[in-house]
């Protein structure tokens, strides 16, 4: 069993920095990705990492603002998000890809999710 625990979420000022934590309980590989789901809207890929070889997948719209990040040895992923505007406001969910076999970009491509912390951005 696959268990995975996200932190790091917080009420911020736009133009700020967060720095999201996930930690995997359990297997760890293939892939991991950040989603995130503004209010009313549908899950969106925001980036992915693999486990093996550290390559980075990130959605356009925050391409050059956020920084996906993995430390093997603590089996832990980071989404640094720097720059925040306000249409990043959304729950932010890790998941987990235990086979990477390509695809990263939709919810279906993984196997395990978190919880979900939520990330407010203001002004």
């Known amino acids: 069993q696959v268990q995975l625990v996200e932190s790091g979420g917080g009420l911020v000022q736009a133009g700020e920095s967060l720095k999201l934590s996930c930690v995997v309980s359990?297997?760890?590989?293939?892939?991991m990705g950040w989603f995130r789901q503004p209010p009313g809207k549908d899950r969106e890929f925001v980036a992915a990492?693999?486990?093996?070889?550290?390559?980075?997948f990130y959605a356009d719209s925050v391409k050059g603002r956020f920084t996906i990040s993995r430390d093997n040895a603590k089996s832990t992923v980071y989404l640094q998000m720097n720059s925040l505007e306000r249409e990043d406001t959304a729950v932010y969910y890790c998941?987990?890809?235990?086979?990477?076999?390509?695809?990263?970009?939709?919810?279906?491509?993984?196997?395990?999710w978190g919880q979900g912390t939520q990330v407010t951005v203001t002004g």
């Open positions: 990492i693999t486990w093996s070889g550290g390559t980075t």
């Open positions: 359990g297997r760890a590989s293939g892939a």
């Open positions: 998941a987990a890809d235990l086979n990477y076999s390509g695809g990263l970009y939709w919810p279906t491509d993984y196997d395990y």
